[in-house]
Nanobody, 122 residues
Framework: QVQLVESGGGLVQAGGSLRLSCAAS????????MAWFRQAPEKERKFVAA????????YYDDSVKGRFTIGRDTAKNTVFLQMNSLRPEDTAVYYC???????????????WGQGTQVTVSS
């Protein structure tokens, strides 16, 4: 089992940048594929980006390709999401997620953080 805590959300103007971090508990961090999802007001939660346990496989939703970068620091048990060129439509609560199975990390991971708010003003 793993526990996840996000940080780094906030308010930023369109075109700006934010970096989200997710700290994972436990000693088996490398076993877990990690992902970021987001949920805008009155909308369903959607996949944003994912990275495999070893970091060699990365997925992005088309809406963030070229603007967002996911990465992980095994020594610190953290995964980050660097968000550049932010747009008002990126406004959402961002959730960190984890699962040992790479084939479900983009759809239905088992473990979730509590979320962090990102607001992009126009």
């Amino acid at each position: 089992q793993v526990q996840l805590v996000e940080s780094g959300g906030g308010l930023v103007q369109a075109g700006g940048s934010l970096r989200l971090s997710c700290a994972a508990s436990g000693r088996t961090f490398v076993r877990y594929a990690m992902a970021w999802f987001r949920q805008a007001p009155e909308k369903e939660r959607k996949f944003v980006a994912a990275i495999s346990g070893g970091g060699g496989t990365i997925y992005y939703d088309d809406s963030v390709k070229g603007r967002f970068t996911i990465g992980r620091d095994t020594a610190k048990n953290t995964v980050f999401l660097q968000m550049n060129s932010l747009r008002p439509e990126d406004t959402a609560v961002y959730y960190c997620a984890a699962d040992t199975a790479i084939d479900v990390i983009t759809t239905s991971p088992n473990y979730w953080g509590q979320g962090t708010q990102v607001t992009v003003s126009s």
